[in-house]
């Protein structure tokens, strides 16, 4: 079947500019993640959906950033006010729920030039 | 300390021997256990999960757990050049959490 699948999958953006990121889960999936990698670096969590609980938005590095999930499926990722150190890749991944396998997608090149 | 920590690469192997790959973890209430392969330039792919001490195996994949210890590893047999990736440990409570990741080369 399809799997998670993410949109643009690269994106220049100038300083300063706002950004949307898509992502779009595995259908049947409840559970939702979105991860950040920078270059040479780990993978960083930013923020969790379950279902239609309130997201954990721990991992939310500054309040530039903001997600929100419709219908409990596709997902967007905002970051406001773009930065340099905001390049990175984004990550979405999904999984059944609870403890079970997340599955990632292809990822968003993000470069703030 | 890191919540999760792999062992240090790079990790250089001939074709047709083992790797073996290490992670330890620090949340002794973790109960879920998974091993992601990351090609350059791709997103982590799941090759293995764990929950249960002991061994589970799939193919040329061995993932061990012991939770007492808490410590997982990986093994890759009959190591193939396809092999060369960096491998992820990631340990779940309610998110993911990653280790650096342990890069792997296979020398043909």
């Known amino acids: 079947g399809a799997g998670v699948s993410q949109s643009p999958s690269n994106k220049v953006t100038e300083k300063g500019k706002d950004v949307e990121l898509r992502c779009d889960p595995i259908s049947g999936h409840t559970a939702l993640y979105w991860y950040r990698q920078s270059l040479g670096q780990g993978l960083e969590f930013l923020i969790y959906?379950?279902?239609?609980?309130?997201?954990?938005k721990s991992g939310l590095p500054s309040d530039r950033f903001s997600a929100e999930r419709t219908g409990g499926s596709v997902s967007t990722l905002t970051i406001q006010r773009t930065q340099q150190e905001d390049s990175a890749v984004y990550l979405c991944?999904?999984?059944?729920?609870?403890?079970?396998?997340?599955?990632f997608g292809p990822g968003t090149r993000l470069t703030v030039t | 300390q890191k919540e999760v920590e792999q062992n240090s690469g790079p990790l250089s192997v001939p074709e047709g021997a083992i790797a073996s790959l290490n992670c330890t973890y620090s949340?002794?209430?973790?109960?879920?256990f998974f091993w992601y392969r990351q090609y350059s330039g791709k997103s982590p792919e799941l090759i293995m999960s764990i929950y249960s001490n002991g061994d589970k195996e799939d193919g040329r994949f061995t993932a061990q757990l012991n939770k007492a210890s808490q410590y997982v590893s990986l093994l890759i047999r009959d190591s193939q050049p396809s092999d060369s990736a960096t491998y992820l440990c990631a340990v779940f409570d309610y998110k993911l959490s990653f280790g650096a990741g342990t890069t792997v080369t296979v020398r043909a």
């Open positions: 949340d002794r209430v973790s109960q879920s």
């Open positions: 991944a999904s999984s059944l729920g609870g403890v079970e396998e997340q599955y």
């Open positions: 959906f379950q279902g239609n609980s309130a997201p954990d």
